[in-house]
């Protein structure tokens, strides 16, 4: 996008101060992964709307909890709506950190700034409101998002987070083997893996007991929240 447009854009967002307008350089980076010197990585999971099932999955939650896992989930609206009371639970563990992923997990790009802006400021109310909790971290349903989409991520003040290892856990084609290995090549430090805990992932308590138990401590790499592994510093010397 050409940076006078993206002007205009975030120029608009701001309303009523036409005089602030922001230079590309200030617009939210989208983050993909942490320090490549750090030695962790993010396991994160997205809990996106279900039209049927549970849409918790409880064996993969008590495993994490069990274990004291760091974890971060990015939770969708709608999946709020049905679940307060898995929301609360979440939000207490310590271990944890709770983002969005959207009001009704709707794709972005197909839609206006104000639309944009009321599917991703959504989730952040519904946080404020019912559970006194401030979110920060945000990530677009399906990873879809375009530069209205960053411009208005910025405007809120959120930080965008992507991944760099799709795990491919909702794939119900793939086997616990299939969705390690992809995910063993890839690992590195500073990566951040995207899964589902919404119990779409048929196989995703298995392959996380295996990264945790092996794969992960084999590489010398462990994990943490979004935010801990940001701020990740290189290990003393
Ligand atoms: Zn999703």
């Known amino acids: 996008m050409r940076r006078d447009w993206l002007n205009i854009v975030v120029g608009m967002l701001l309303t009523g101060s036409s005089s602030l307008v922001l230079s590309v350089d200030s617009v939210a980076q989208v983050i993909k992964s942490g320090p490549p010197s750090c030695p962790g990585i993010a396991l994160t999971f997205d809990l996106c709307p279900v039209l049927k099932g549970p849409g918790y999955d409880q064996p993969l939650m008590d495993y994490l909890i069990t274990h004291r896992i760091p974890a971060t989930f990015f939770m969708s609206g709608k999946w709020m709506a049905k679940h307060e009371a898995e929301v609360d639970h979440l939000l207490g563990m310590e271990f944890f950190e709770v983002g969005t992923h959207g009001d009704v997990h709707a794709h972005l790009p197909m839609h206006t700034t104000d639309e944009q802006r009321t599917e991703i400021l959504g989730p952040v109310k519904m946080l404020q409101k019912h559970h006194a909790y401030e979110a920060t971290l945000f990530r677009p349903p399906y990873g879809e998002y375009n530069d209205i989409t960053i411009a208005v991520v910025n405007m809120l003040g959120l930080r965008f ?7 491919g856990d909702p794939d119900p084609t793939l086997s616990v ?9 890839r690992v590195k430090p500073g990566s951040i893996v995207v899964f589902h805990a919404n119990g779409k992932g048929k196989h995703t308590k298995q392959v996380i007991e295996q990264l945790t138990t092996d794969v992960l401590p084999r590489k010398g790499l462990r994990p943490l929240t979004i935010s801990e592994l940001l701020n990740c510093m290189p290990p003393n010397p």
């Not at 987070?161 to 795990?167: A, G, H, M, R």
């Not at 083997?177 to 090549?185: G, P, S, W």
């Open 177 to 185: 083997e299939q969705i390690l290995t992809r995910v063993t090549q």
């Open 161 to 167: 987070i992507q991944w760099n290892i799709e795990s």
